[in-house]
């Protein structure tokens, strides 16, 4: 089945030790969101690639960083994680803007900072 | 500001009772997801409304676009334990690649 997909479900890092989060998809969508959950809030957007641009939002610390090397897959990585990092990060992928849009989102990764 | 207000934020419901969720924005959307997410999953989607004044229906769960498509229900019947979770709604608004997420309502359903 088409899917998107998160490696790993969940992470333990060290305070200060870069961590990279990984997902793909067989959707072949064209874009790629990443997000930061918190407990029982709702998703909040980090950064999304429209192919390979690359919009950040304006309020996303410069501590989280993405890379899309191809289409199917997309990278989330924190370069100094805090302890304020430890949360739920979920992808998200799309056709792209305009009629039927829809976002599909992966099982996510739950982030532990010690 | 949140863009979308979602309403009761917690709402806890005997088994076979009926419930609603609201969803309301003061602005224009071209069409509104709602998503249901269960504790350590990803939100899964549950249907998309486009049209203003359009009614789903997904089993029991009825979901409604206001006229205006400013607004939208979601409406359980007979609710189950299998319905507990948190439920989303995001707007799309054309031309752009993100949704604007609420909230979020977490419903709870005691057997």
């Known amino acids: 089945d088409a899917m998107v997909i998160q490696n790993p479900r969940y992470q333990v890092t060290q305070f200060g030790k870069p961590v990279t989060l990984s997902c793909s998809q067989t959707l072949n969508h064209n874009v790629m969101y990443w997000y930061q959950q918190k407990s029982s809030q709702a998703p909040k957007l980090l950064f999304h690639y429209y192919d390979k641009d690359f919009n950040n939002e304006a309020d996303t610390p410069d501590n989280f960083q993405s890379r899309r090397p191809n289409t199917s897959f997309c990278f989330l990585d924190i370069r100094s994680p805090g302890l304020g990092d430890a949360a739920m990060y979920l992808c998200?992928?799309?056709?792209?803007?305009?009629?039927?849009?829809?976002?599909?989102f992966g099982p996510g990764t739950r982030l532990t900072v010690t | 500001t949140q863009l979308l207000e979602q309403s009761p934020q917690f709402l806890s419901i005997q088994e076979g009772e009926n419930l609603t969720v609201y969803c309301n924005s003061s602005s224009v959307f071209s069409s509104l997801q709602w998503y249901r997410q269960e504790p350590g999953e990803g939100p899964v989607l549950l249907v998309t409304v486009v049209t203003g004044g359009e009614v789903k229906k997904l089993k029991r769960l009825t979901f409604q676009f206001g006229d205006a498509r400013k607004d939208s229900s979601l409406h359980i019947t007979a609710a189950q334990p299998g319905d507990t979770g948190l439920y989303l709604c995001?707007?799309?608004?054309?031309?752009?690649?993100?949704?604007?997420f609420g909230g979020g309502t977490r419903v709870l359903v005691k057997p």
């Open positions: 998200a992928t799309s056709r792209g803007g305009g009629v039927g849009y829809e976002q599909y």
């Open positions: 995001a707007g799309y608004k054309a031309a752009g690649n993100k949704l604007t």
